[in-house]
């Protein structure tokens, strides 16, 4: 694993800017440009690099995100995916042109072979797209896996590892810290997988309690005030483990148990989702959910190849998880 000090190197920081960036300290003044720098160098660091770069038969593809490059360094995980596919086109030697959604406009200036979207596009997004490409592969999300190829991730089935885990510590008092997403078209709220499976779960166990569900939008900051809330809701009666939708959830969580003196892991478990790099330097380091972003990024253009060379099928690629068990719970 690199270190905050291989970090600091690679971003021309000092460790201790480093430190407090990975740690999302709040109280830290610094530009979005050094959190950039910090945040992509952790996760280049944490990418296992392929060796050598292929001769491109293929011309220019585009990357198109859903993320703003600001709601980008609030969760690393689109980050990781972007990188995965940048490292990859690297590889093969493939030119590679980057857009975000919200300028759709300049893109279709461009003479691309091929469009990978990352994020979440509702089935309008999704058409104005293949207007603009026929080989097109979503990456996160599946708007219409007969139509489109896709790489994605069971949500529902590391909900359910999570739960499971839980259960086998013995813990019957189970919280959920997590965060709900709109369309950017604005046409529908998305259903969210993890609050789908975590209710079903539950009930199914006879465990459910709704007055143990906190639910905002995906952030360090709002899992940092749903956790507080729980914590002025419950009290001594607060949850002895919460799942928490994604890791920057589960940091802004981490934090407010600390600030109220509620041990971690010894009071209080928890576990987030996503595995983004800075995970391993939080304090306690997070337990979490890994999801293959870099490789999810990777499968996307090796998807994208197939399709250019001729393939007709549609695909939708699942990429498997791992729970992985550090020091915010036990």
Same mark, same amino acid.
């Given at each position: 694993? =690199?270190?905050?000090?291989?970090? =600091? ?7 201790? !800017? #480093? ?7 709040? $109280? ?24 050598? #770069?292929?001769?491109?038969?293929f011309g220019k593809i585009a990357l198109i995100q859903w993320y703003t490059e600001k709601e980008e360094l609030e969760d ?69 896996? +007969? ?5 994605? !991730?069971?949500?529902?089935? =590391? $909900?359910?590892?999570?739960? &499971?885990? @839980?259960?086998?510590?013995? &813990? ?14 604005? !046409? ?8 789908? =499976?975590?209710?079903? @779960? ?14 905002? $939008? ?15 809701? &419950? ?6 483990a919460f799942l928490a939708g994604n890791d920057p959830l589960a940091i802004g969580a981490l934090r407010a148990l600390l ?28 337990? !979490?959910?890994? #999801? &293959? ?8 253009? +090796? ?17 498997? $998880? ?7 719970? @036990?």
């Open positions: 694993m =690199a270190t905050i000090k291989d970090i =600091a190197k690679k971003a021309g920081v000092s460790i201790a !800017t #480093v430190s407090r960036v990975l740690n999302y300290d709040a $109280t830290l003044s610094v530009s979005d440009e050094t959190k950039k720098r910090i945040f992509e160098a952790a996760e280049e660091l944490n990418y296992k690099k392929k060796s050598g #770069v292929r001769k491109s038969e690393l995980y689109y980050m990781s995916i972007r990188l995965g596919v940048e490292n990859r086109c690297r590889h093969h030697g493939i030119q590679l042109v980057k857009y975000f959604y919200d300028s759709l406009e300049e893109l279709k200036e461009e003479e691309i072979q091929g469009l990978i979207a990352i994020g979440k596009y509702s089935r309008r997004q999704a058409e104005e797209l293949s207007a603009l490409s026929k080989n097109l592969v979503f990456v996160d999300f599946s708007p219409d896996e +007969d139509q489109y190829d896709s790489v994605v !991730t069971d949500l529902d089935r =590391a $909900t359910v590892k999570v739960l &499971h885990y @839980f259960l086998e510590k013995g &813990h019957k008092k189970i919280g959920y810290i997590g965060g709900r997403e709109e369309f950017k078209d604005q !046409t529908s709220m998305i259903e969210d997988p993890r609050e789908r =499976a975590f209710k079903r @779960f539950l009930t199914e166990k006879g465990l459910w309690n709704d007055a143990y569900m906190y639910v905002g $939008t995906f952030s360090v900051d709002q899992g940092y005030s749903l956790m507080k809330k729980a914590i002025q809701d &419950h009290g001594d009666n607060l949850p002895t600030e109220e003196q509620i041990s971690v892991p010894e009071r209080v478990n928890i576990i987030g989702i996503n595995d983004i790099s800075v995970s391993k330097y939080v304090f306690p380091s997070l337990s !979490t959910v890994k #999801v &293959h972003t870099e490789l999810m990024g990777e499968t996307a253009v +090796d998807t994208m190849l197939e399709r250019m060379e001729g393939r007709k099928t549609v695909k939708k690629i699942n990429i498997a $998880t791992e729970l992985m068990i550090r020091n915010s719970s @036990f």
